[in-house]
């Protein structure tokens, strides 16, 4: 079963950078679409950004979309995502999983966006 073990986050200043990496382990890992997910207080779970399995094919949410950017190394069994410009409503716990969420969630990774 695959593993997945989120690290990067941290206390970062609006219009700051982060970038967040999600380790995974298990022999189906690379053959999954990948994605990146965040849970502010009290909101529910929201899809952030994914990419396909060959690292080809990226999606981002609208409210990240041209500020985020998602990638892979299968080699290296991480997924990425590089956090530009970041503001307040970016405050959440970052998580990744497969795009079909079939992982065992791991603890995430808080990110905090303030003066």
């Known amino acids: 079963q695959v593993q997945v073990v989120e690290s990067g986050g941290g206390l970062v200043q609006p219009g700051g950078s982060l970038r967040l990496s999600c380790a995974a382990s298990?022999?189906?890992?690379?053959?999954?679409?990948m994605a990146w997910y965040r849970q502010a207080p009290g909101k529910q779970r929201e899809l952030v950004a994914d990419?396909?399995?060959?690292?080809?094919?990226?999606n981002y949410a609208a409210s990240v979309k041209g500020r985020f950017t998602i990638s892979r190394d299968n080699a290296k069994a991480l997924v990425y995502l590089q956090m530009n410009s970041l503001k307040p409503e970016d405050t959440a716990v970052y998580y990744c999983?497969?795009?079909?969420?079939?992982?065992?969630w791991g603890q995430g990774t808080q990110v905090t966006v303030s003066f």
């Open positions: 298990g022999s189906s890992w690379s053959s999954d679409a």
């Open positions: 999983n497969s795009v079909s969420r079939n992982y065992p």
């Open positions: 990419i396909s399995r060959g690292g080809r094919i990226t």
